[in-house]
DNA sequence: ATTATGAATTCGAGATTTACGAATGATCAC
DNA sequence: GTGATCATTCGTAAATCTCGAATTCATAAT
């Protein structure tokens, strides 16, 4: 007779794998290490082969335990968001958001945008990652996020149902250290030829909107390179690798946080911003404010 | 104390909601009716809410209950896949496979490239269903589906990984009733100018294709129509509603089926097919078998 | 209207599982 | 070697799961 899986021994298990031991893990779930050892060895049982190598005096992963960890990190990560949008009490709604951000995404930007949320004490837990954006919607599609945040919109044919709110746009701007500030602040725009820039990734929006511009000015810049994460740009700039473009919105931050300074602005090129949230409703109390927010914030300099 | 929740109590409440009834789903499940009953109790006494409203002599989900099963359904079916891809003994591998077939594939053509597969007995449990490309690919994401089939590549900005199989390809023709076939078969293609044809979606492969072939040409055709679905386009064919094109590899099928007769190939105008396979590693060998099976069958009139 | 049938449920008792304390090994850091 | 940490084994107590018998209720049959 074949029994049926016991789903409670694959959170355990699930539980363990996270947590890397049972000690740890027994913790969290309130339970002793033997009843928690005893569960995973029920479920091996089950299954007819080990899901950990008993390692030393700990446990490691075997390739069917982590192949496991995977398909379990799947389910639990629906149930999780399945009891948050369920369990969480009607007037005081949702209290964790999982936000991925888009490389190109100045963090500071981020960081105005949610922290209404954070003051209200709406959200008591949040979760940032960072990433490119098809890997984050692909996240947001399990499961595993439940906002994502990027520059451009999406090409209608994305293969699962995800809403796009636009959030506003910032003109940029170009920022240099203070030696090559002194450079090209005489004569600008036209003395940036005389300096190389770095550009985001080839193709992306921004970088096309820019070279749009420089050729409107006739305008031969030298590039120094392109780079797809925004905060490596900023640091690439103030090792005074060349200028670099980022929203005026940020302006402060970023003449504060990487010691450069405001070049000028350029003309009618924008970064826009858009959200993603998926196709759950339950969460829409959130994402509407959170959107709102943003929205409201974002009417940034023309 | 807020304890865990039971997600053994989830997978009953699961079945139920599958089987629509606890006398239904205790019997799938080996248990008698008052132990599932008092399971659910159980859980529902957990979150709080009811699942389901006592209707009758019958349960009914209530809205809570709904999502709850919505959510179960993702969770459980990536359970099964893990169970299947991993619990079924190494040399008899797995044995079912859920395929999704885009609508502009014609039918017979998937009958012919599954059929060894079921013919060798390697798939006992085969399930198909029909839909747009993009929705059946989202269902891959989720693990509902294990192969998608369909008429077009992919855009690489897709969020999530799959991969794409080019499986082969097959001329065009066009198709018509006897009466339809009568008017234009003398001084094909360029009689084609009398006859109204019925072409796939606006800006699909296959539509733009014929364009660009009529164009060099010089035919202006009438359009009676543009329909998605392959199946319905043959059967608005036979209904003697105009022309339409279909593949020549399945000629002799159209036209046994919707008695038409074969008009003419188009030359340069091919339908490509292409199967789309899930990041996952186990099911390799089936997803293999199957695309090498099909690429030889695919072996058309070029 | 009365009787059957089929469905969910309640109750109580027994079987099973789960959980813990105590004790045992095994490993690592010092 | 000593002490600390981790997983595990064993025996037992508590919780739970499960089933049979009986109950309730709504529908179907007569």
């Given at each position: 007779?074949?029994?049926?899986?016991?789903?409670?021994?694959?959170?355990?298990?699930?539980?363990?794998?996270?947590?890397?031991?049972?000690?740890?893990?027994?913790?969290?779930?309130?339970?002793?290490?033997q009843t928690v050892s005893a569960q995973i060895s029920a479920l091996e049982d089950r299954l007819g082969k080990p899901l950990f190598a008993r390692e030393g005096r700990g446990?490691?992963?075997?390739?069917?335990?982590?192949?496991?960890?995977?398909?379990?990190?799947?389910?639990?990560?629906?149930?999780?968001?399945?009891?948050?949008?369920?369990?969480?009490?009607?007037?005081?709604?949702?209290?964790?958001?999982?936000?991925?951000?888009?490389?190109?995404?100045?963090?500071?930007?981020?960081?105005?945008?949610?922290?209404?949320?954070?003051?209200?004490?709406?959200?008591?837990?949040?979760?940032?990652?960072?990433?490119?954006?098809?890997?984050?919607?692909?996240?947001?599609?399990?499961?595993?996020?439940?906002?994502?945040?990027?520059?451009?919109?999406?090409?209608?044919?994305?293969?699962?149902?995800?809403?796009?709110?636009?959030?506003?746009?910032?003109?940029?701007?170009?920022?240099?250290?203070?030696?090559?500030?002194?450079?090209?602040?005489?004569?600008?725009?036209?003395?940036?030829?005389?300096?190389?820039?770095?550009?985001?990734?080839?193709?992306?929006?921004?970088?096309?909107?820019?070279?749009?511009?420089?050729?409107?000015?006739?305008?031969?810049?030298?590039?120094?390179?392109?780079?797809?994460?925004?905060?490596?740009?900023?640091?690439?700039?103030?090792?005074?690798?060349?200028?670099?473009?980022?929203?005026?919105?940020?302006?402060?931050?970023?003449?504060?946080?990487?010691?450069?300074?405001?070049?000028?602005?350029?003309?009618?090129?924008?970064?826009?911003?858009?959200?993603?949230?998926?196709?759950?409703?339950?969460?829409?109390?959130?994402?509407?404010?959170?959107?709102?927010?943003?929205?409201?914030?974002?009417?940034?300099?023309?």
């Open positions: 007779m074949i029994t049926n899986i016991n789903y409670n021994h694959l959170y355990y298990f699930w539980q363990v794998a996270k947590h890397g031991s049972i000690a740890s893990a027994s913790k969290s779930l309130f339970l002793t290490p446990l490691k992963l075997t390739e069917f335990g982590k192949l496991t960890q995977h398909y379990a990190d799947d389910m639990f990560a629906i149930a999780e968001e399945w009891l948050e949008t369920t369990q969480s009490d009607t007037h005081n709604q949702v209290r964790s958001l999982k936000v991925g951000i888009s490389d190109a995404i100045p963090k500071s930007l981020v960081s105005k945008w949610l922290a209404p949320l954070i003051d209200n004490e709406r959200i008591t837990n949040l979760h940032c990652i960072d990433g490119q954006q098809a890997e984050l919607l692909a996240q947001m599609a399990t499961h595993k996020l439940d906002l994502v945040l990027a520059d451009k919109p999406l090409d209608s044919s994305t293969p699962f149902k995800v809403f796009c709110h636009e959030l506003g746009r910032s003109q940029l701007g170009f920022f240099a250290t203070q030696e090559l500030y002194d450079l090209v602040v005489t004569g600008y725009p036209h003395s940036l030829a005389q300096c190389p820039v770095i550009l985001p990734a080839k193709n992306s929006p921004m970088t096309n909107a820019l070279h749009y511009w420089l050729n409107e000015l006739n305008i031969e810049m030298t590039v120094a390179g392109h780079v797809d994460d925004s905060a490596l740009m900023h640091a690439l700039g103030q090792q005074g690798f060349g200028l670099f473009p980022a929203p005026i919105a940020v302006k402060a931050e970023i003449e504060q946080r990487y010691d450069v300074h405001f070049v000028g602005p350029i003309d009618n090129v924008y970064q826009n911003y858009y959200a993603f949230t998926p196709d759950r409703l339950i969460k829409d109390a959130i994402y509407s404010e959170f959107v709102r927010y943003a929205q409201k914030s974002g009417e940034l300099p023309a």
